[in-house]
């Protein structure tokens, strides 16, 4: 599982953070780190607790925090095909691992994995190992604050990782034009509310796919 | 930022909350592999599915080392360093050899300027 590590590297200062916003807001620390178990993404997790921090209305936190995680519908139809093969438990308790890490290696790797069982078993050590990792450094932040030096900016190994899942993925003009308007169409979006540029730009990256796809075009 | 220690929702609310947006994320997360298991993806679909992987991994990426924190910032440490560790990934297609580039290269320059 050598593929986790930069992701814990990365994703650690996150976690710290997540977790000392928890342990300063007025939801409970116990409430706040079950948020790692059970929503388990970051982005959607801080909107949660500062939300109801500030004593938003119940209809607005869930509907921020389900509008942020819109982009797992897009996971899920990805991964669709994967599962076919699956058993159906696996069908029903895979997804609950979905995060943003698990789908993009999970993406990257299974097209030269030989059977089913090995993707499933890379899939749910993955997914647990994340999850441990995810609880850990919440819960080290709730207790500790954030810990880690200034100017030690670990952040930047997220970026890298799929960075170096993406490149092997661009294999000709289609694919090269999905990477291309999708982390341009991101950035120009960038100031949407509920992180929505994200979305907005893979959906024009895949859309710019298809229509350079030859198959398509004829 | 937080850190009022006032207001918000009592106990049983806080953990419906959670409780239902676990429930809502899951549901998303599980949505088109429980919808499609049996009958498979529809041809269309499976195309555009190609360019899902390339386009959200772009989307990721791209503006965490052009754009960190939302901001545009095409002279910061983190374009030599993205630019390097994408050469890396291109010829070696490694996760480990990118990563020690890119942040050799971040942190590398980041002490000597």
Known sequence: MLDTAPLVLGYLPFGLVLGATIQASSVSDLAGWATSLLIFAGASQLA??????????????????????????MYSAAMAPWFRDQPRA????????????????????????????????????LGALLLANWLAMTG??????????????????????????????????????????????TIAAGGLPLHLGLIVGALSGVAAGLLVDPEVRS | MTGSGTGGPGPLVTWLVIGGIGAGTYAMRASLILLFRDAGVPPVLERALRYVGPAVLSAIAVPGLLAPGGTLDPTGLRVPAGLVAGLVAWRTRSLLLTLVAGLAVFFGLGALL
């Open chain 1, 90 to 125: 696996f069908q029903v308790v895979g997804p609950f691992l979905l995060v943003d890490p698990v789908y993009s290696l999970a993406i990257a790797r299974f097209p030269s994995m030989p059977d089913a069982r090995t993707r499933r078993l890379y899939y749910a050590a």
């Open chain 1, 48 to 73: 949660t607790i500062d939300l109801l921090d500030a004593g938003a209305a119940v209809a607005i936190v869930v509907l921020t925090a389900l509008v942020i995680n819109l982009r797992h519908v």
């Open chain 1, 140 to 185: 080290a932040g709730i207790v500790l604050g954030n810990v880690l030096p200034e100017g030690v900016d670990l952040t930047i190994a997220i970026p890298l990782v799929f960075l170096a899942l993406l490149v092997p993925m661009v294999a000709d003009r289609p694919s090269l034009a999905a990477a291309g308007v999708g982390g341009l169409v």
